[in-house]
């Protein structure tokens, strides 16, 4: 409850100065951490430390800081987002780790996502599936009343939790496959739910898994590692109506 | 002075709109399809905007600094999105909206833009939810509404309490079409370092490519900064890392007016501020003041003791608890407006009745709604917000009180735009939280969507074709022209100068060292003496920026510490220009707080005689004070009150 202070750490991070460099894990110290400083605080702290003599400092994604962006990644003692359920890695808290410990800093390790510079990596491939189909052909204006069309609560709900994704791509880097198939299942099944989304449902499914397939993800083999890891606890059922959603288009191909 | 024309259409209120819809000129397809707009910013004003202009035919280039246009802020607005649909039969109207509007906003805004605001405000409720935005519906399948605070009508829709990031994401949608289309460019990771004016018009813009670290020039017919608000001029705010006034500033240095820039939200309910290893803050939602009671305790020595961690908040009886708002306030209680409440707390911590371990935290009290509701209810209507506060705190907030604080949290003051949304530079325009132009001295909850939202789909797609008709014989920016190679020279070389100082101390440190200068006198209560000691101080900060800044890294790689420096570098002037704003405002009004101007019992005290106007202030070259002009605000339809919430 009260904060303590972690007296020293060990920060294990992997540093590569671009996309052609090879990259290595280099070792730092660091000390006297809050322990009710969030992760991305002590990587700043030790980033001012890294300055101040002289180094160059870690770069990583980071922005909101309240665990909605999705732009925070950063795969840490071998888990997406770190030891702690339903956070993303700007919401993990250093009172998750003990005093002395070594901490390992990876970014997401997948073929689709180049590393950019140490723990950032080029998330592109995301954009280009949700430009594939990620969306209901509607143009500005002219659309019915918001009330014309009565929902069930209960679709409305799920498609909710579906639209919950931030994008962040800790499924994609936790899958042993890097597969993007939670990603292009939650926004599939987002749409899909809604009546609004059912017109284009089959296309969007056909055009997007294409899209994946074409970028260099993985396939799916149900491992579940996806789900575990996500902050925003997307389920992999949605990968179930997304497989529905493929094979009746393909079928009516 | 008359350099400020606001346009605003002659006639009836409720006609304005509709009869400069009918007047102002269109753009017809063909050539809509020669004529270029580049839109910086990619939240709900820059992506709805991006996207409805290429809907139109106009050919959009886009920008973000992020790695991608669905990271914008707009995507952390948690409670809703207002619109004047009466759906509930509660008699709400677009006048109601546009009156609580103006009064929440404390009588310093237009009345002609918010009532525009008010009207345009059910198309987006609509549009959303063509789009596929998932708003919380009622068992019978029909959109359910909130309340919020400062009204007494339920008109707000949301998506559980992540209404900012469906909404976004409803936009990124639409944006995504026209980018997979051709007809929008996206660039993404570039940041917006300058605007480049072709005989005295906005023709484009110079960007750094944060990955590469190259300089590049974009021309167009047109450009629109849709790039938030300043809040991170205080360090500690409840903005994005990112979020930055740069580019409203470099519209500012290229003769941009920036309107009300004192004019700042303290929003009453965030995570306290811990130790000093603190980044940001982060908010809890405005609607939980509906079940929560604020309270500090009757006795210094409890709330010497809460500080040393000796009792806990439980300990304390009942009798020896304060609830200072519903003492003060009987009639609003705890849902007093944002500005109040923010007050309100400061004062009791100032008298020593603060209850963490810094003195700057007050409580928020779920037991007596669980007592009397049951822990399933608000568990089902406050669940995602407990998890968030327990997340950071390690506090279950259904055992224990929450700690909150005010905190920074949105702009109201901007840069100046007339009726069309266009600045005092023709052909740029400003929308969304970047502009002054809607909120006043305070906004109300669930405002801020539907302004950026309204701009962006409903008004900016109309009144730039007024602009854009002018300029269909104009033929494309040519980016080798003078003017862009001298704009390209001056970014570049203020870029190297930062790089080139290799001082001795990180960016972060004069960023923390402005923010204590802007909360410490010009945050919550501001007074002259204070004022005038904070420019100073702050023109001894830049002074010390400019030789001791540390900039590691390369010029051409990705360079945080680089993107940070330059940002920095504008919110030392941002910041300075906020406090002669607020030192030329001697009265109190929304947000704005100024010690000389109160009532007998220490309320804020309007001062509707000297100050009915807009501040709007000109850049008047480097290290020169800046130009005051203002424009007067007319009221013909609402009756100037002093707001009362006793």
């Not at chain 2, 209120?13 to 990619?42: F, Q």
């Not at chain 2, 109207?93 to 310093?108: A, C, E, H, W």
């Not at chain 2, 906005?202 to 944060?210: F, H, K, S």
């Not at chain 2, 963490?356 to 007596?368: H, M, P, Q, R, T």
């Amino acid at each position: 409850m009260a904060d303590k202070i972690l007296k020293k750490l060990n920060i294990k991070v992997w540093r590569q100065n671009n996309a052609q460099d090879k990259g290595r894990f280099e070792t730092y110290t660091i000390e006297n951490i809050s322990t009710g400083s969030s992760f991305l605080e002590m990587l700043d702290i030790l980033n001012n430390n890294l300055i101040e003599e002289g180094k160059d400092p870690i770069a990583f994604d980071h922005d909101c800081r309240e665990g909605i962006c999705g732009t925070c990644s950063l795969f840490i003692n071998g888990r997406a987002h770190g030891p702690d359920t339903e956070v993303t890695t700007c919401q993990l808290h250093m009172r998750k780790f003990k005093d002395g410990e070594t901490i390992t800093i990876e970014p997401w390790r997948a073929a689709a996502f180049p590393v950019i510079k140490d723990l950032v990596v080029d998330r592109t491939a995301f954009e280009k599936i949700l430009q594939a189909g990620g969306y209901i052909s509607v143009n500005t204006g002219g659309v019915p009343d918001a009330n014309a069309i009565p929902i069930s609560h209960e679709d409305a709900e799920e498609s909710m939790d579906a639209a919950s994704c931030i994008g962040c791509g800790a499924c994609v880097a936790a899958c042993k496959n890097s597969s993007a198939m939670l990603f292009v299942s939650a926004k599939v099944a987002h749409l899909a739910k809604l009546p609004q989304g059912k017109v284009e449902a089959k296309s969007r499914a056909r055009k997007m898994v294409a899209k994946m397939d074409e970028l260099g993800f993985g396939g799916c083999t149900n491992t579940g590692a996806c789900e575990v890891e996500c902050p925003k606890s997307i389920s992999i059922t949605n990968i179930a109506r997304l497989n529905r959603e493929y094979l009746t288009a393909r079928f009516s191909e | 002075m008359s350099i400020l024309d606001s346009k605003i259409p002659e006639g009836p209120l409720a006609e304005k709109w509709n009869k400069h819809k009918s007047n102002i000129k269109v753009v017809s397809p063909a050539n809509k399809r020669k004529l270029e707009v580049i839109v910086v910013g990619t939240g709900l004003g820059g992506a709805s905007a991006a996207a409805s202009l290429a809907e139109l035919g106009y050919k959009v280039k886009a920008f973000c600094y992020q790695d991608s246009p669905r990271r914008a802020h707009s995507i952390a607005a948690q409670g809703g999105i207002n619109a004047a649909k009466n759906y509930q039969n509660d008699n709400d109207s677009v006048f109601r909206l546009f009156y609580d509007t103006i009064k929440g906003g404390d009588y310093r805004a237009r009345e002609a833009n918010v009532y525009r605001l008010a009207e345009v405000s059910p198309n987006i409720i609509d549009q959303c939810v063509a789009q596929g935005v998932p708003f919380g519906r009622e068992y019978g399948g029909l959109l359910d509404n909130r309340s919020f605070g400062g009204v007494l009508v339920s008109r707000t829709f949301y998506a559980r309490g992540q209404t900012g990031q469906q909404l976004l994401l409803g936009a990124y949608q639409a944006l995504n079409r026209q980018i997979s289309k051709g007809n929008v460019e996206m660039y993404s990771r570039h940041e917006m370092l300058d605007v480049v004016k072709i005989d005295g018009k906005a023709r484009g813009i110079i960007a750094r490519d944060l990955v590469s670290g190259e300089i590049k020039r974009f021309g167009a017919h047109a450009v629109v900064v849709a790039t938030g608000g300043y809040g991170n001029v205080f360090f500690l705010s409840t903005n994005a890392m990112g979020s930055n006034g740069s580019a409203a500033w470099q519209c500012y240095k290229k003769g941009a007016m920036m309107s009300n820039p004192c004019f700042v939200q303290i929003h009453p309910t965030c995570i306290p501020v811990h130790g000093d290893q603190q980044s940001k803050l982060t908010l809890m939602s405005e609607s939980l003041r509906n079940d929560g009671r604020v309270w500090v305790p009757k006795k210094n020595e409890d709330a010497e003791k809460l500080r040393k961690g000796e009792i806990g908040p439980n300990d304390i009886p009942e009798d020896d608890r304060d609830f200072y708002l519903e003492r003060r306030y009987p009639s609003y209680g705890n849902l007093v407006p944002r500005d109040v409440a923010s007050r309100a707390a400061k004062e009791r911590c100032d008298a020593g009745f603060g209850v963490n371990a810094e003195g700057k935290a007050v409580y928020l009290d779920f037991k007596y709604a669980i007592e009397r509701l049951g822990k399933d209810v608000i568990k089902a209507r406050y669940g995602n917000l407990f998890q968030m506060y327990e997340k950071i705190t390690d506090v279950d907030p259904y055992k224990e009180p929450m700690m909150i604080y005010p905190a920074i949290h949105y702009s109201m003051g901007g840069t100046w735009v007339d009726y069309n949304l266009m600045t005092t530079v023709p052909g740029l325009y400003s929308i969304g939280e970047a502009n002054f132009s809607d909120h006043g001295a305070n906004r109300l909850g669930a405002s801020a969507l539907m302004q950026g939202l309204a701009d962006g789909y409903f008004v900016l797609p109309y009144t730039i074709g007024d602009y854009l008709a002018d300029e269909i014989l104009t033929p494309k920016a040519d980016t080798n022209a003078l003017e862009f190679e001298e704009a390209e020279k001056a970014v570049t070389g203020r870029i190297e100068k930062l790089f080139n100082i290799k001082g001795s101390k990180p960016v972060d440190y004069f960023h923390k060292k402005l923010g204590h200068v802007m909360w410490d006198y010009v945050g919550m209560s501001r007074n002259a003496e204070g004022l005038k000691k904070a420019i100073e101080m702050i023109k001894e900060i830049r002074e010390e920026f400019w030789k001791d800044v540390k900039i590691p890294g390369e010029l051409n790689n990705l360079n945080p510490e680089l993107e940070k420096a330059g940002r920095v570098a504008d919110f030392l002037d941002i910041g300075e220009l906020m406090a002669h704003d607020a030192l030329d405002r001697n009265e109190s009004c929304g947000g704005h707080f100024r010690e000389e101007s109160v009532t007998e019992d220490g309320e804020a005290k309007r001062d509707d005689e000297q100050f009915t106007y807009v501040s709007c202030w000109e850049f008047n070259g480097e290290g020169k004070e800046p130009v005051l002009h203002k424009e007067d605000l007319v009221f013909e339809n609402v009756k100037l009150t002093q707001r009362s919430y006793k």
